[in-house]
């Protein structure tokens, strides 16, 4: 079993839809983040977080640490928030530790 | 502020041949991470490293792969007498040295092709 388990693996909606990617994890974390990876092949971060909520535009990332669970929530989606999403974890107490990934969720917006 | 430069972004080798992949870090940034993605599979960690130390190498694979930082000049991920099966992205991220901040922020990757 994979530390980190993502869901689901695939994921279509129509533009304007509210998505709901999951991620879930099996070890201490100090932090989980939520990257994008681009057809191109590109990595951004998207969050970082240790506890709560963070908001960016219209993306939404919340954790629950006693659960070990987190989502990425997209609002007002659109074709461009086309990409895979991937939820990785920074095991550990201590800071600077390699990061576990997740399969990735392959999202398609459609028009 | 540059981000995370890596070159080549895409290189070919035959089996048997040398490939050096190269990563430069953001400015100010001391902690350089090593992660490959292999096709259709997630990525993976592979090796962790400060200014001239290897911190963490446990992903990576025991034999024909090394990896430095040196003091000066980009860090360097070099693969020995390729095989078919290192055909992959391989990225790098880097980091502040600073303990309150873990984020990392991710190079374009280099593709690794071996025919």
């Known amino acids: 079993k994979n530390e980190v388990e993502q869901s689901p693996q695939n994921l279509t909606a129509q533009e304007g839809e509210f998505i709901t990617i999951n991620c879930s994890y099996s070890v201490g974390i100090s932090a989980l983040h939520w990257l994008q990876q681009h057809p191109g092949g590109g990595i951004v971060s998207l969050f970082m977080?240790?506890?709560g909520k963070k908001k960016h535009g219209r993306l939404i990332a919340t954790i629950n640490i006693q659960e070990k669970h987190s989502s990425l929530h997209i609002t007002a989606s659109h074709p461009r928030d086309s990409a895979v999403y991937i939820c990785a974890v920074s095991p550990g107490e201590t800071s600077g530790s390699r990061l576990t990934f997740g399969e990735g969720t392959q999202l398609t917006v459609n028009p | 502020n540059a981000g995370v430069m890596q070159n080549p972004r895409h290189l070919v080798r035959r089996r048997g041949q040398e490939a050096r992949l190269r990563c430069s870090p953001m400015?100010?940034?001391?902690?350089v991470y090593w992660y490959r993605q292999l096709p259709e599979e997630g990525l993976k960690f592979m090796v962790y490293l400060q200014k001239e130390n290897i911190i963490d190498e446990s992903g990576m694979p025991k034999e024909r792969f090394s990896a430095e930082f040196p003091k000066e000049g980009p860090s360097i991920l070099r693969i020995q007498q390729v095989v078919r099966g290192d055909s992959a992205a391989y990225f790098c991220?880097?980091?502040?040295?600073?303990?309150?901040?873990?984020?990392?922020?991710f190079g374009p990757g280099t593709r690794l092709t071996v025919t």
């Open positions: 400015k100010g940034h001391s902690h």
């Open positions: 991220a880097s980091r502040t040295g600073a303990a309150s901040t873990q984020k990392q922020y």
């Open positions: 977080l240790s506890s």
